[in-house]
């Protein structure tokens, strides 16, 4: 049938559709970020997502999906969280080494109580030192370097710009005191600052072997974490279960849309016709922004555009029963349709305006499945109204000229409107 149409894709096609993974199998890991020592939460969260997606991106993934988001506002759970779903991916130990214990990195300072510690007594980190601004956020890219004197091998450090005047500004005003560089928690190296540093550059030395500084300078590029993550939960999507839910939402919905089409025009005849038409119209449409946003199409997304469709015959409808009400009033069939716009219009904006908003709530307030029914019933909802108003009057009026002056309607016209408007001779 033509409808499965819909799931074929070209090879190299510019703008493929993109399938969530509950439609094509793969795994989902959500992780939690520690942002409570972070003052700006939303750019270390963006700075988060770009290292992720540059981390799964290095291993060949197909079209990752990373995305953050706050756990809920309406229970009152404001963690934010890290969305990675991984296509294809089915091995959920597999899909944890891609993203990988990528190393945290920050610099230091020396609390000034730390003096009047006794030596020997265990302590903590924090008890010790207190994170200065300067983090791996801020890094550009790591490098083996080796000292010219010893030979020993080192991980040379760039930073941003922005990076550059954090560093200069920490060395400037701490003159004298260590600078503790902390990678996951563990001090490799905490020198004495002898002066101000600028350029933004800076070593990690920690005896360090080449095959050790090797890996680590591998994945600071990749990406060091501007904030801690935890992974809070996984889930795995066979590839069959996957394709069976794509396969079984395009059925039902062309299966509805055929016995809905057949009942339109059994009902409206031709107006029953032409809404089909305009419902054709409103599919290819949507499919089109679809793919060129491109939304990412779940199972839940394919429920709000089949919910969607229902709702554009929905506006179809009010407009052929206010048109009924004029022609039962006598009224031709050209003054009638005209009528008939005009006052369901009303109706139409109305019904759609109260469920855009819905779609802007749950699009704001949902989780990501929720996110992708609201975004495809949302787009669904303008587009219904565009063909409604536009593709179905176009078509009925084309086939329903303005009368000859006294000229009765011919008896075509009257068949052709006769049964769902109950035409009068």
Request: glycine letters at 10%; one cysteine or more; hydrophobic letters at 45%.
């Amino acid at each position: 049938m033509g409808y499965f149409l819909v799931i074929e894709q070209k090879p190299g096609a510019k703008f493929p559709f993109r399938f969530g993974l509950d439609l094509v199998g793969g795994t989902e890991l959500i992780y939690r970020a520690d942002t409570s020592k972070v003052p700006d939460v939303a750019g270390a969260m963006q700075s988060l997502k770009e290292v992720i997606e540059r981390r799964v991106n290095v291993f060949g993934v197909s079209e990752p999906l990373v995305q953050t988001e706050k756990s809920g506002i309406v229970s009152g759970n404001t963690d934010e969280r890290l969305i990675v779903e991984l296509p294809g991916v089915t091995d959920i130990e597999m899909a944890k080494k891609l993203i990988g214990e990528t190393p945290i990195l920050e610099f230091r300072l020396p609390k000034p109580e730390s003096s009047t510690i006794a030596s020997g007594t265990p302590v903590t980190l924090d008890e010790v030192f207190y994170p200065a601004e300067l983090t791996g956020r801020y890094l550009s890219r790591a490098m083996v370097e080796f000292d010219q004197n010893t030979g020993a091998v080192l991980v040379g450090l760039e930073f941003t710009s922005e990076g550059s005047d954090l560093f200069a500004k920490i060395t400037r005003e701490n003159v004298g005191r260590p600078l503790a560089v902390v990678l996951d928690g563990a001090i490799l190296s905490a020198p004495v600052i002898q002066s101000e540093i600028t350029g933004g550059k800076a070593q990690i030395t920690g005896n360090f072997t080449p095959d050790e500084a090797k890996a680590l300078v591998r994945n600071l590029n990749y990406g060091a974490l501007p904030v801690p993550i935890s992974l809070v939960t996984s889930q795995t999507i066979g590839s069959s279960l996957g394709d069976e839910a794509l396969h079984s939402g395009i059925y039902a919905g062309g299966i509805g849309f055929l016995a809905l089409a057949i009942f339109l025009i059994l009902w409206y005849r031709l107006p029953g016709l032409v809404a089909s038409v305009a419902l054709v119209s409103y599919i290819i449409l949507s499919l089109t922004i679809f793919k060129l946003i491109p939304v990412t199409l779940t199972a839940a997304g394919l429920a709000g555009l089949i919910l969607s469709i229902g709702m554009a015959v929905d506006a179809n409808v009010l407009i052929f029963e206010r048109t009924k009400e004029e022609l039962k009033k006598g009224k031709s069939v050209s003054d009638s349709l005209h009528e008939g716009f005009s006052r369901a219009w009303l109706s139409i904006r109305d019904s759609n305006i109260a469920s855009i908003i819905t779609a802007v709530v749950l699009f704001w307030l949902g989780t990501s499945a929720v996110k992708g029914f609201a975004l495809t019933l949302g787009i669904g909802v303008l587009i219904s109204m565009f063909t409604a108003i536009t593709v179905s009057r176009a078509f009925l009026f084309a086939a329903c000229p303005e009368p000859v002056e006294g000229l009765p309607e011919s008896k075509l016209k009257r068949f052709l409107f006769s049964n769902g408007f109950h035409v009068r001779n």
